[in-house]
């Protein structure tokens, strides 16, 4: 059987790789891949964790963040389109009006 | 214990309450018949509690009335409590007696005047009344203090009651500042009492203060009385806080007439008074009193002899009668300073009164350069101003005789003859200027004579008034509300001194002997028997005394009064009737003089340069541009400066780069975590 911590190191690498991506990638839709990729990193944890400890828990709540990240990725998406027709562009850095 | 006693005070407020609420919609037939109402019911009753203070035996004369309790602080307790005494039974009588009158003349004077400045103008002057015979009622310093202050505050009123002239305004607020600077003196000087000795009542510390000697050199006690002495001097306008006085007489005249003549400005001579076997224990500041009063006497009596304003001449005047009333206060004669507070209260109202019938006449004019022949217009104005003169001059037989006479001989007898002599050559310029006075207003020709630039005060008081412009031709006498006033203020001058015949005239000097236990420490009910038969022996005594020696002296004394009195008045007539263009010649030969008294010796300026230029000069530099200006604003500006200066700074964070905040965010949760794990 897979121990615990093999789980857990795969999800540090998938949230780490994601928070990579967020940071790193200049395309809006290539962060908000890399968001869900975060996403998916917690997810594996949280049911590794349920499993471990025998419970449903880990599983309920993995079933809520796929369906808010559906509606994050919905939402999401349609900002992205919105924010391209303004500036026909997705580079974050082009969206910096918003300060001081 | 008497119920009748708070009722004095409050009617006046009652009517001041009346009229101050409700009088911009009531017409003036009401809120003046009002005002004067409450004004002759308090001296009814007034009358009816004094005529009661009489039937009691002489050491018994001592009515009270406690309200509450108004302090009660560990062991020190004090009530507001109404006393009446012989004392304040003369002053009582005086204030709603004269004040009655001066109600019911006002209601004529100001009838030009719109409804609610009519009863506005009511409703200040009783409040006046009611804080007034606070002051006199009140058997404790605080009480007396505050009416000492209300009727402060209702000088600044009055004074400035046509605000919208300039030099009104002014002249309230002079009065109101000079006066601050008497009554923190008069506050110290309670504070320095308490220390002393524990209470603040006045009979309490009489008792306690009777049981020492008398302080030999300048101690504690002489610094007290100074103290209350120095808000006598601002309250009741002696050197060297007189200079509101003058000024005042912005004011309407019967304002003048009331307070700046009859009763506020008497308040420093009542207290003294009041305070008089504390003072007759400090030898040192008592001098110091009649010396500061005769030199006040001698000063105004000087300049009111060259005062163009007929209503300057006459608060000059009443400065100098104060000065002879603390001259006699300061030599221990307080019977003799209550006397001719009294009879002056008298004459002088009348002659304000009179001044104000002419003023009303002659629609604002107050120049007597520009009077002159109102005898045949003004005939009931002019005899009762005549009778006024006269009093004051001190013509034998009339109400000022008896009491400057004895008030000169109390300081002849005291052995002040230098005091005497001031005080016989301040009576000598008297009779001399209220020659003039009457001379220039009522003999001779209708004159316009007075240079144009002097016109400037007088004519804006009355210039709100709707007079027709054909009144100009004949000026009118007084109509009758202020006859009535006039009369009875006449027959008062005429009448008033006789209740203090002196004994070199056959008579017993009842005022003097009605207003001894006043002056005298408070005794026990036990000893009253024991110490009225002791007084009565004393009395005898010095009676006896009296027989011996001084009757010869003062009548030769009264003698020298009477002459000085009617030598004034000759004088007065042979300068400005038989031969008028001496007053000019004499003001020409002794230029330098006369421009002094003229400028009353500069004082004005010389407080403006010595006081109140300094004053104003740090409250700018230093206290403005220094205080308010570098510290309190510069504080709050500075705070906001570092405020603005520091978000200048910080506001380069947000830098609208999603990324940037999420990077911070980043490093934020992995601070935090680091700090849980790793603690």
Redesign the interface.
């Known amino acids: 059987m897979i121990p615990l911590s093999h789980y857990l190191v795969v999800s540090a690498l998938l949230f780490a790789i994601g ?1 990579a991506g ?2 790193l990638r200049k395309n809006l839709i290539t962060i908000l891949l890399s968001v869900e990729i975060m996403l998916n990193a917690v997810n594996l944890s949280f049911v590794a964790f349920g499993r471990f400890n025998g419970t449903v828990d880990g599983q309920i709540i993995t079933f809520f963040v796929m369906t808010v990240a559906a509606a994050e990725a919905a939402v999401g998406l349609a900002l992205v389109i919105a924010l391209f027709r303004g500036r026909e562009s997705l580079n ?2 082009a ?6 | 214990m008497n119920s009748l006693i708070p009722l004095i005070p409050l009617l006046p407020f009652a009517g001041f309450v009346v009229n101050s609420t409700m009088g911009k919609r009531l017409p003036k037939s009401i809120s003046g018949g009002l005002a004067s109402l409450v004004m002759v019911v308090s001296f009814l009753i007034s009358a009816y509690l004094v005529w009661q203070l009489a039937q009691l035996a002489p050491e018994q004369r001592v009515m009270t009335s406690t309200l509450y309790r108004w302090i009660a602080s560990g062991e020190f307790t004090l009530d507001v409590t109404f006393l009446i005494d012989p004392l304040s039974a003369v002053m009582l009588l005086v204030i709603t007696g004269i004040g009655s009158l001066i109600h019911i003349y006002s209601t004529a004077y100001m009838h030009d005047e719109v409804d609610s400045e009519f009863a506005r103008y009511f409703s200040y002057l009783n409040l006046f009344a009611a804080f007034m015979l606070v002051l006199v009622l009140g058997s404790s310093f605080p009480v007396l203090f505050v009416g000492w202050e209300g009727v402060g505050l209702c000088s600044y009123l009055l004074i400035g009651f046509w605000f919208k002239k300039k030099s009104a305004a002014d002249a309230g607020k002079k009065a109101f500042v000079v006066n601050r600077i008497g009554d923190y003196a008069f506050l110290l000087g309670m504070f320095a009492l308490f220390a002393m000795f524990g209470t603040l009542e006045v009979r309490g510390v009489a008792a306690k203060v009777a049981a020492m000697p008398p302080e030999a050199g300048f101690g504690l006690l002489s610094l007290a009385t100074l103290l209350l002495f120095i808000g006598a001097t601002g309250k009741s306008a002696q050197i060297p806080l007189y200079v509101w006085l003058p000024d005042a007489m912005e004011g309407p005249t019967p304002v003048s007439a009331l307070i700046h003549a009859a009763t506020m400005v008497t308040a420093g001579v009542y207290m003294i008074g009041r305070n008089a076997v504390l003072f007759s224990h400090t030898p040192d500041t008592l001098t110091i009193v009649a010396i500061v009063g005769a030199a006040t006497a001698l000063m105004a009596g000087t300049i009111g002899l060259v005062q163009n304003d007929i209503k300057r001449v006459l608060a000059y005047s009443t400065v100098s009668q104060l000065g002879l009333m603390f001259l006699a206060m300061g030599v221990g004669a307080f019977g003799a300073g209550i006397f001719h507070l009294y009879t002056h209260a008298f004459f002088k109202a009348c002659l304000f009164l009179g001044s104000g019938a002419v003023i009303h006449a002659l629609h604002g004019e107050q120049d007597i350069r520009n009077m002159g022949g109102l005898k045949k217009y003004l005939p009931v104005t002019y005899w009762t101003f005549v009778i006024g003169s006269l009093a004051l001059a001190g013509v034998p037989l009339l109400a000022g005789f008896f009491s400057k006479d004895e008030l000169l001989f109390e300081t002849f007898v005291g052995g002040h003859q230098i005091l005497w002599g001031i005080g016989a050559l301040a009576s000598l310029l008297t009779a001399i200027y209220m020659g003039r006075l009457v001379f220039l207003t009522f003999h001779g020709e209708r004159r316009h004579d007075a240079p144009a630039a002097a016109d400037a005060h007088g004519h804006g008081a009355h210039g709100a008034h709707g007079h027709d412009e054909h009144g100009h031709g004949a000026p009118h006498d007084a109509p009758p509300a202020m006859a009535l006033a006039l009369v009875v203020l006449a027959l008062g001058s005429v009448l008033a001194g006789y209740i203090g015949v002196p004994a070199g005239l056959g008579g017993h000097n009842e005022l003097g002997a009605w207003l001894a236990p006043s002056f005298a420490a408070p005794v026990e009910a036990g000893a009253v028997a024991e110490a009225g038969a002791a007084r009565a022996e004393a009395a005898a005594e010095a009676a006896e005394e009296h027989e011996a020696g001084e009757i010869g002296l003062e009548r030769t004394l009264m003698g020298v009064s009477s002459a000085i009195a009617i030598g004034g008045l000759l004088v007065a007539w042979f300068i400005w009737i038989q031969r008028r263009e001496i007053a000019g010649q004499m003001a020409r030969s002794f230029a330098p003089i006369h421009k002094l008294l003229l400028n009353k010796y500069y004082v004005d300026e010389i407080y403006d340069a010595t006081v109140v230029r300094p004053v104003q000069a740090v409250s700018r530099e230093g206290l403005w541009r220094g205080v308010d200006v570098g510290v309190i604003d510069g504080a709050v500006n500075g705070v906001a400066t570092i405020v603005d200066a520091g978000s200048m700074v910080l506001r380069r964070l947000q830098t609208g780069s999603v990324r940037a905040y999420a990077g911070s965010f980043f490093i934020g949760v992995v601070l935090m975590l680091g700090y849980y794990l790793w603690r």
């Open positions: 928070s967020v940071f974050p850095d969206f910096t009006s918003l300060k001081w």
